[in-house]
């Protein structure tokens, strides 16, 4: 059973940065990939980035392109999401997902919370 473990969330001020980890374990990844989403207040959840375990290809909602980088740590099972210039409007609760090839989001950690303030 693969499980996902996020941390690295807080308070920052607009302009800041935050490093949001997430550790997983459980499985073999190098079929799988992972991704954080994010769920604002009174929003539905929204995709933020996803990274090939293997390949290390990544994506980027258009919103966080060009601010948030995501990487993974083979050895340590770790993946990462670097977000720079932060705006208010990034406040949510952050989550990292797995899925094995192209499949459904099928595992989820519990979230951490990130708050911009302006």
């Known amino acids: 059973q693969v499980r996902l473990v996020e941390s690295g969330g807080g308070l920052v001020q607009a302009g800041g940065s935050l490093r949001l980890s997430c550790a997983a374990s459980?499985?073999?990844?190098?079929?799988?990939?992972t991704g954080w989403f994010r769920r604002a207040p009174g929003k539905d959840r929204e995709f933020v980035a996803v990274?090939?375990?293997?390949?290390?290809?990544?994506a980027y909602a258009g919103s966080v392109r060009g601010r948030f980088t995501i990487s993974r740590d083979t050895v340590k099972n770790t993946a990462y999401l670097q977000m720079n210039s932060l705006k208010p409007e990034d406040t949510a609760v952050y989550y990292c997902?797995?899925?094995?090839?192209?499949?459904?989001?099928?595992?989820w950690g519990q979230g951490t919370q990130v708050t911009v303030s302006s």
């Open positions: 997902s797995a899925r094995t090839g192209l499949g459904p989001w099928d595992y």
């Open positions: 459980g499985s073999s990844f190098s079929d799988k990939s």
């Open positions: 990274i090939s375990w293997s390949s290390g290809s990544t």
